[in-house]
Protein backbone atom coordinates (compact mmCIF):
# COMPACT_ATOMS: atom_id res chain seq x y z
CA UNK A 1 0.00 0.00 0.00
CA UNK A 2 1.24 3.22 -0.97
CA UNK A 3 1.53 6.58 1.67
CA UNK A 4 -1.44 8.09 2.41
CA UNK A 5 -1.11 11.69 0.26
CA UNK A 6 -1.98 15.13 2.05
CA UNK A 7 -2.21 18.67 0.42
CA UNK A 8 -0.45 21.55 1.81
CA UNK A 9 0.04 24.67 0.43
CA UNK A 10 3.38 25.16 0.61
CA UNK A 11 6.31 22.61 0.77
CA UNK A 12 8.74 24.34 2.71
CA UNK A 13 9.96 22.57 5.94
CA UNK A 14 11.10 24.15 8.92
CA UNK A 15 15.08 23.87 10.51
CA UNK A 16 16.20 19.73 10.58
CA UNK A 17 13.32 19.68 7.86
CA UNK A 18 10.39 19.30 10.86
CA UNK A 19 6.85 20.08 9.62
CA UNK A 20 3.56 20.23 10.70
CA UNK A 21 0.13 19.17 8.98
CA UNK A 22 -2.36 21.04 10.42
CA UNK A 23 -6.19 22.50 9.91
CA UNK A 24 -8.65 19.50 8.06
CA UNK A 25 -5.57 17.89 6.63
CA UNK A 26 -3.60 17.99 10.10
CA UNK A 27 -6.91 16.59 11.59
CA UNK A 28 -8.03 13.57 8.84
CA UNK A 29 -4.05 12.25 9.27
CA UNK A 30 -4.61 12.15 13.44
CA UNK A 31 -7.92 11.22 13.93
CA UNK A 32 -8.86 9.54 10.87
CA UNK A 33 -6.10 7.64 9.46
CA UNK A 34 -4.94 7.54 12.98
CA UNK A 35 -1.55 7.89 11.93
CA UNK A 36 1.67 7.10 13.95
CA UNK A 37 5.28 8.03 14.44
CA UNK A 38 7.51 6.12 11.93
CA UNK A 39 4.68 6.06 9.00
CA UNK A 40 5.52 7.31 5.95
CA UNK A 41 3.06 10.25 4.03
CA UNK A 42 3.17 12.27 1.46
CA UNK A 43 2.39 15.77 1.29
CA UNK A 44 1.71 17.52 -2.11
CA UNK A 45 0.45 21.08 -3.61
CA UNK A 46 -1.32 19.60 -6.05
CA UNK A 47 0.08 21.10 -8.97
CA UNK A 48 3.06 18.17 -9.09
CA UNK A 49 5.46 18.94 -6.52
CA UNK A 50 5.85 16.76 -3.40
CA UNK A 51 7.71 15.24 -0.47
CA UNK A 52 8.43 12.11 1.03
CA UNK A 53 7.87 12.24 4.94
CA UNK A 54 8.30 10.11 7.94
CA UNK A 55 5.87 10.74 11.12
CA UNK A 56 7.31 11.97 14.20
CA UNK A 57 4.85 12.78 16.42
CA UNK A 58 0.83 13.81 17.04
CA UNK A 59 -0.14 16.95 18.80
CA UNK A 60 -3.74 16.98 19.95
CA UNK A 61 -6.15 15.83 17.81
CA UNK A 62 -4.82 18.24 14.63
CA UNK A 63 -1.92 18.26 14.59
CA UNK A 64 0.97 15.42 12.64
CA UNK A 65 4.66 16.33 12.81
CA UNK A 66 6.68 15.12 10.56
CA UNK A 67 9.97 14.86 8.92
CA UNK A 68 10.29 16.78 5.29
CA UNK A 69 12.31 14.58 3.17
CA UNK A 70 13.91 16.40 -0.10
CA UNK A 71 11.28 18.15 -2.22
CA UNK A 72 10.40 16.61 -5.78
CA UNK A 73 8.35 17.19 -8.73
CA UNK A 74 6.67 15.00 -10.74
CA UNK A 75 6.39 16.44 -14.65
CA UNK A 76 3.18 17.04 -16.97
CA UNK A 77 2.27 13.98 -18.41
CA UNK A 78 2.30 13.83 -22.29
CA UNK A 79 -0.11 13.66 -24.39
CA UNK A 80 -1.89 15.71 -21.63
CA UNK A 81 -5.92 14.61 -21.67
CA UNK A 82 -8.51 16.91 -21.24
CA UNK A 83 -12.30 15.62 -20.98
CA UNK A 84 -15.09 18.48 -22.24
CA UNK A 85 -17.95 16.73 -19.84
CA UNK A 86 -21.86 18.04 -20.61
CA UNK A 87 -23.12 18.53 -17.30
CA UNK A 88 -25.39 15.35 -16.20
CA UNK A 89 -27.97 15.59 -13.90
CA UNK A 90 -27.70 15.06 -9.72
CA UNK A 91 -24.79 13.72 -8.84
CA UNK A 92 -23.75 12.25 -11.89
CA UNK A 93 -20.90 14.43 -12.64
CA UNK A 94 -18.91 14.27 -9.26
CA UNK A 95 -18.93 10.65 -9.98
CA UNK A 96 -18.08 11.73 -13.23
CA UNK A 97 -15.10 13.86 -12.37
CA UNK A 98 -14.10 10.90 -9.24
CA UNK A 99 -13.49 8.18 -11.88
CA UNK A 100 -11.66 10.53 -14.51
CA UNK A 101 -8.99 11.44 -11.62
CA UNK A 102 -8.86 8.55 -10.62
CA UNK A 103 -8.04 6.93 -13.53
CA UNK A 104 -5.51 9.62 -15.11
CA UNK A 105 -7.63 12.40 -16.74
CA UNK A 106 -5.31 15.61 -16.76
CA UNK A 107 -8.20 18.35 -17.45
CA UNK A 108 -11.92 18.73 -17.19
CA UNK A 109 -14.20 21.16 -18.86
CA UNK A 110 -17.62 21.46 -17.54
CA UNK A 111 -20.09 22.07 -20.80
CA UNK A 112 -23.09 23.57 -20.77
CA UNK A 113 -24.69 20.93 -24.09
CA UNK A 114 -27.75 22.39 -25.87
CA UNK A 115 -29.29 18.89 -24.93
CA UNK A 116 -28.25 19.58 -20.72
CA UNK A 117 -31.30 19.36 -18.64
CA UNK A 118 -29.12 20.63 -15.97
CA UNK A 119 -27.86 24.13 -16.34
CA UNK A 120 -25.34 26.04 -13.97
CA UNK A 121 -26.15 29.69 -13.21
CA UNK A 122 -25.36 32.20 -10.68
CA UNK A 123 -24.64 30.80 -7.35
CA UNK A 124 -26.04 27.50 -8.45
CA UNK A 125 -23.22 27.53 -10.92
CA UNK A 126 -20.32 28.32 -8.21
CA UNK A 127 -21.22 26.06 -5.94
CA UNK A 128 -21.67 22.47 -8.72
CA UNK A 129 -18.40 23.84 -10.05
CA UNK A 130 -16.51 24.43 -5.81
CA UNK A 131 -18.46 20.43 -5.99
CA UNK A 132 -16.29 19.31 -8.89
CA UNK A 133 -13.17 20.85 -7.76
CA UNK A 134 -13.38 19.37 -4.68
CA UNK A 135 -13.91 15.81 -6.04
CA UNK A 136 -11.00 16.41 -8.08
CA UNK A 137 -8.73 16.72 -5.06
CA UNK A 138 -10.31 14.23 -2.76
CA UNK A 139 -10.14 11.64 -5.86
CA UNK A 140 -6.65 12.97 -6.54
CA UNK A 141 -5.71 12.23 -2.71
CA UNK A 142 -7.42 8.65 -2.96
CA UNK A 143 -5.23 7.44 -5.88
CA UNK A 144 -2.24 8.68 -4.80
CA UNK A 145 -1.48 11.76 -7.35
CA UNK A 146 0.76 14.44 -7.01
CA UNK A 147 -0.77 16.14 -9.92
CA UNK A 148 -4.49 16.97 -9.37
CA UNK A 149 -6.40 17.39 -12.91
CA UNK A 150 -7.81 21.24 -13.52
CA UNK A 151 -11.27 21.40 -13.70
CA UNK A 152 -12.07 24.72 -15.44
CA UNK A 153 -14.77 26.96 -15.58
CA UNK A 154 -17.98 25.82 -17.59
CA UNK A 155 -17.59 26.34 -21.18
CA UNK A 156 -19.77 27.60 -23.62
CA UNK A 157 -19.89 25.26 -27.05
CA UNK A 158 -18.25 27.63 -28.83
CA UNK A 159 -15.25 27.88 -26.19
CA UNK A 160 -15.45 24.21 -26.61
CA UNK A 161 -15.06 24.24 -30.48
CA UNK A 162 -12.12 27.11 -29.93
CA UNK A 163 -10.51 24.58 -27.39
CA UNK A 164 -11.32 21.77 -30.33
CA UNK A 165 -9.17 23.66 -33.21
CA UNK A 166 -6.05 24.03 -30.72
CA UNK A 167 -5.93 20.18 -30.30
CA UNK A 168 -3.56 18.23 -31.36
CA UNK A 169 -5.71 15.05 -31.67
CA UNK A 170 -9.81 16.11 -31.11
CA UNK A 171 -12.69 13.38 -31.12
CA UNK A 172 -16.39 14.00 -29.90
CA UNK A 173 -17.76 10.68 -28.15
CA UNK A 174 -20.93 9.97 -30.82
CA UNK A 175 -22.79 6.85 -31.23
CA UNK A 176 -25.90 7.51 -34.27
CA UNK A 177 -26.92 4.71 -36.44
CA UNK A 178 -27.07 7.03 -38.82
CA UNK A 179 -24.06 9.29 -38.31
CA UNK A 180 -20.27 7.91 -39.33
CA UNK A 181 -18.27 7.34 -36.69
CA UNK A 182 -14.87 5.47 -35.98
CA UNK A 183 -13.50 3.68 -33.53
CA UNK A 184 -11.57 5.61 -30.51
CA UNK A 185 -9.72 2.04 -30.49
CA UNK A 186 -7.72 2.09 -33.88
CA UNK A 187 -8.03 5.89 -33.84
CA UNK A 188 -4.11 7.57 -34.73
CA UNK A 189 -3.07 9.35 -31.77
CA UNK A 190 -0.29 11.47 -31.54
CA UNK A 191 2.62 10.95 -29.13
CA UNK A 192 2.85 14.16 -27.18
CA UNK A 193 1.06 17.57 -27.55
CA UNK A 194 -3.01 17.74 -26.61
CA UNK A 195 -5.74 15.59 -27.10
CA UNK A 196 -9.32 16.41 -26.22
CA UNK A 197 -12.20 14.64 -25.79
CA UNK A 198 -15.67 15.38 -25.79
CA UNK A 199 -18.29 13.90 -23.98
CA UNK A 200 -21.99 14.51 -24.76
CA UNK A 201 -25.21 14.67 -22.21
CA UNK A 202 -27.68 11.56 -22.24
CA UNK A 203 -29.32 13.37 -25.32
CA UNK A 204 -26.49 13.18 -27.03
CA UNK A 205 -24.74 16.03 -29.05
CA UNK A 206 -26.92 18.37 -31.41
CA UNK A 207 -26.38 18.25 -34.82
CA UNK A 208 -25.33 21.99 -34.71
CA UNK A 209 -23.12 20.78 -31.89
CA UNK A 210 -21.25 18.08 -34.17
CA UNK A 211 -20.94 20.74 -37.03
CA UNK A 212 -19.56 23.19 -35.53
CA UNK A 213 -16.80 21.08 -33.78
CA UNK A 214 -16.22 19.15 -37.15
CA UNK A 215 -15.42 22.79 -38.18
CA UNK A 216 -13.18 22.83 -35.71
CA UNK A 217 -11.25 19.73 -36.63
CA UNK A 218 -12.99 17.50 -34.45
CA UNK A 219 -14.53 13.86 -35.92
CA UNK A 220 -16.96 11.75 -34.27
CA UNK A 221 -15.96 8.04 -32.18
CA UNK A 222 -17.77 5.85 -30.70
CA UNK A 223 -16.20 3.09 -27.83
CA UNK A 224 -17.72 -0.07 -29.00
CA UNK A 225 -20.90 -1.82 -29.35
CA UNK A 226 -22.71 -0.53 -25.98
CA UNK A 227 -24.01 3.02 -24.75
CA UNK A 228 -22.51 4.24 -22.01
CA UNK A 229 -24.02 6.93 -19.71
CA UNK A 230 -22.57 10.38 -19.79
CA UNK A 231 -21.18 9.83 -16.12
CA UNK A 232 -19.25 7.17 -17.53
CA UNK A 233 -18.13 6.99 -21.41
CA UNK A 234 -15.08 9.69 -20.53
CA UNK A 235 -13.56 7.53 -17.82
CA UNK A 236 -13.60 4.35 -20.24
CA UNK A 237 -12.50 6.49 -23.09
CA UNK A 238 -9.61 8.09 -20.57
CA UNK A 239 -8.53 4.37 -19.69
CA UNK A 240 -8.21 3.62 -23.75
CA UNK A 241 -6.11 6.67 -24.62
CA UNK A 242 -4.17 6.27 -21.41
CA UNK A 243 -3.18 2.54 -22.53
CA UNK A 244 -2.81 3.34 -26.44
CA UNK A 245 -0.35 6.43 -26.05
CA UNK A 246 1.76 4.22 -23.60
CA UNK A 247 0.94 6.36 -20.62
CA UNK A 248 -0.11 3.29 -19.08
CA UNK A 249 3.15 1.43 -20.00
Given at each position: ????????????????????????????????????PGETVVL??????????????????????????????????????????????????????????????????????????????????????????????????????????????????????????????????????????????TAELPSS????LVVGPEG??????????????????????????????????????????????
Amino acid sequence: MTAPVFVVEHLDAGGGGRYVLDGPEGRHAVSVKRLRPGETVVLTDGAGRWAECEVVDTEGKDRLVVHMGAVAEEPAQSPRITVVQALPKGDRGELAVETMTETGVDAIVPWAAARCITQWKGERGLKALGKWRATAREAGKQSRRVRFPEVADAATTKQVAALLAEADFAAVLHEERDYGSEPLATAELPSSGEIVLVVGPEGGVAPEELALFEEAGAKAYRLGRTVLRTSTAGTAATALLLGRTGRWS
